[in-house]
């Protein structure tokens, strides 16, 4: 499912260009021919989808019940040090009881959202998947050097931060 109101954001060298995901996640963008990096950002719209849940799931994978997927490293790691521990299970639990709004990596990405590229191949292309580490977050992007003519089917598989149980969207 297509995530709508994410900003996805085109910088090549002094320019900027911006579009927005419509309600069924699409975009589209013109821009010229040159090198582009292209950077999706969403704060909010999680919908209640971050429950209690999700920390029993961080905690699951720590102690080896279940395995330590992309998914669970990406969305777990509320901290934002490269980790997933007992504590973001307790930020988790701290955000679903409303005691905290954000979580210390939305803080640090400026985003409530991590982009993974799941982009059509075409030359000159890049792959920059999310990575969260102490003090610095890349939430992913797709970079063209250059980009030589029109680029379909650039897409990205979006993960809420504490979502760890991908319940999003939340009924």
């Not at 999706?40 to 989808?49: F, Q, W």
């Not at 997927?69 to 973001?88: F, H, K, N, Q």
């Not at 982009?115 to 792959?127: K, R």
Request: proline share 7%; hydrophobic share 40%; charged share 15%.
């Amino acid at each position: 499912m297509g995530v709508p109101g994410v900003a996805v954001l085109f910088e090549g060298g002094n320019s900027q260009q911006a579009a927005t995901t419509d309600q069924a996640g699409s975009f589209s963008q013109g821009v010229p021919p040159g090198s582009w990096e292209m950077r999706p950002h969403k704060m909010g719209g999680g919908s209640g989808a971050i429950d209690t849940g999700d920390a029993a799931s961080v905690l699951a994978a720590r102690v080896g019940m279940t395995e330590m997927t992309t998914l669970i490293s990406l969305a777990g790691d509320v901290s934002g040090d490269g980790r997933v521990t007992a504590y973001d299970a307790a930020l988790i639990m701290r955000r679903a009881s409303g005691s905290i709004e954000t979580f210390p990596a939305t803080t640090v990405c400026g985003s409530d959202w991590l982009f993974v590229p799941t982009a059509a191949s075409m030359p000159n292309q890049t792959a920059i998947e999310p990575e969260l580490s102490p003090g610095t977050c890349t939430v992913g992007a797709l970079s063209y050097q250059p980009l030589m003519g029109n680029a379909a089917g650039q897409d990205f598989e979006a993960v809420l931060l504490g979502d760890v149980d991908g319940s999003w969207p939340a009924p």
